[in-house]
């Protein structure tokens, strides 16, 4: 199983970047048939920690590990931080561009259940990766399907956007499908607050 913790948005944070996309060349362009990639707002989430394949056998010790992570969380008063999706930036060039927003608000408070989380996966001996947490919500992935031009002048867009405030309420155990329609499936998940 392919899995991944993580916060997810609130509905209204959601629709507002979406909104903010489709006003965006990214959007006239997926309106027009090209494959830019856009975000699925269904499937829109922060990553904490990214475990990759793990073994079915293994679930129940992912769940216990991500549960206590949650309660030290919540023992420890860095629970539902306040958020705000804001701001944006790009990974890649050419081929590989990827936009997406980032994140404001309490984001100290994210990067430390980010660490609750995988230092439990860690205890737990689960994989997980090991890149520095920067939390960020992926937009689309034009890659070179859309102008250098007209990439830069959504991401000058997305530069000064500011979403509406959110409480990161839960903790979200997700399998992950890959594949021409890729799918998540949320498996558990733990309240923060």
Do not use: C
Not at 14 to 24: E, G, M, N, Q
Not at 124 to 150: F, I, N
Request: hydrophobic share 45%; net charge positive; proline share 6%.
């Amino acid at each position: 199983m392919r899995l991944f913790t993580a916060i997810h948005p609130s509905t209204e944070a959601v629709a507002h970047l979406t909104d903010r996309v489709v006003r965006l060349r990214l959007g006239a362009a997926a309106a027009a048939g090209t494959n830019v990639r856009l975000f699925d707002p269904a499937r829109a989430h922060l990553t904490l920690a990214f475990l990759g394949d793990v073994d079915a056998g293994r679930l129940v010790e992912v769940e216990s590990a991500l549960g206590l992570a949650a309660e030290w969380a919540r023992e420890g008063r860095t629970a539902a931080p306040r958020l705000r999706l804001a701001g944006g930036g790009r990974f890649g060039r050419g081929r590989f561009t990827v936009l997406w927003v980032g994140v404001g608000g309490e984001v100290e408070a994210l990067h430390v259940l980010g660490r609750l989380v995988r230092s439990r996966l860690r205890h737990a001996r689960l994989p997980y990766d090991e890149k520095p947490l920067r939390p960020h919500l992926t937009v689309a992935r034009p890659g070179d399907r859309l102008s250098p031009a007209d990439v830069d002048a959504d991401l000058a867009a997305l530069t000064d956007y500011q979403g509406p405030e959110w409480s990161a309420g839960e903790l979200v155990l997700t399998r992950s499908e890959l594949g021409p329609h890729p799918a998540h499936h949320r498996l558990a998940a733990w309240p923060l607050s």
